[in-house]
């Protein structure tokens, strides 16, 4: 029980890393909080960490509801969670910040209003939507109570390491640069894709049982 559990939780912690990835966050965050005091800025990160953390586990704690209320399988949900997912990882391997996470119109709004912790660092850079599906997904993936609860830790484990990225902003951007930003962002990517690919080939058996048995 005690081993596929933790493999469980470290598969979810990698993919949901991924996909949140706080590091493609970084030129973002640091550009909307440049006028901001040092306090304030951690003050910023904290909120940001803290909005992501509670919007993954409010949807990975509700996903089989809102399956059924909307009439969704989770076949289908998880098809078109792993499609999202491959077009945010193709902008992480060309090392750009996905549309599907934030447009330069909301980062742009977001530079005039006075809390950019919530929106749009916490929501959406972070929990966005391939974040969200991802959370859903895994969800639908954790069959026994010690799976739920390795979800749980690998979600707030993400959010604590999201944390203490960002409240480190300005020592990491000058340590890695924009290359070794980049080459961050292209590794994520690459992962995020397999993870992607994944979904979509749980997708299809649980859709088309017959394939199942050729997986098999």
């Not at 599906?133 to 010690?146: G, Y």
């Not at 993400?158 to 203490?164: K, Q």
Request: proline residues 4%; positive net charge.
């Amino acid at each position: 029980m005690l081993l596929p559990a933790l493999t469980f939780g470290l598969t979810a912690f990698t993919s949901l890393f991924a996909i949140v990835d706080p590091f493609a966050a970084l030129p973002v965050y640091i550009a909307l909080t440049s006028r901001e005091t040092p306090e304030h800025r951690r003050r910023t990160a904290l909120r940001a960490s803290v909005t992501a953390l509670s919007v993954l586990l409010v949807f990975a704690l509700s996903g089989q509801v809102l399956f059924q209320f909307f009439g969704i399988s989770i076949g289908a949900f998880k098809i078109a969670g792993g499609v999202l997912l491959f077009a945010v990882a193709f902008d992480m391997m060309n090392a750009q910040v996905s549309t599907t996470k934030s447009t330069p119109q909301e980062n742009a709004d977001a530079s005039s209003r006075g809390d950019v912790g919530l929106m749009p660092v916490g929501i959406p850079l972070l929990s966005g939507p391939g974040a969200i599906a991802s959370s859903m997904v895994l969800s639908a993936r954790a069959h026994s109570m010690s799976e739920k609860a390795a979800l749980l830790l690998a979600i707030t484990a993400v959010a604590l390491v999201t944390w203490a990225v960002l409240r480190s902003a300005s020592r990491i951007a000058k340590v890695l640069g924009l290359t070794g930003m980049n080459i961050i962002a292209r590794v994520m990517g690459l992962i995020l894709a397999a993870v992607a690919a994944q979904f979509i080939i749980d997708g299809l058996i649980a859709s088309l049982p017959i394939l199942s048995r050729h997986h098999a």
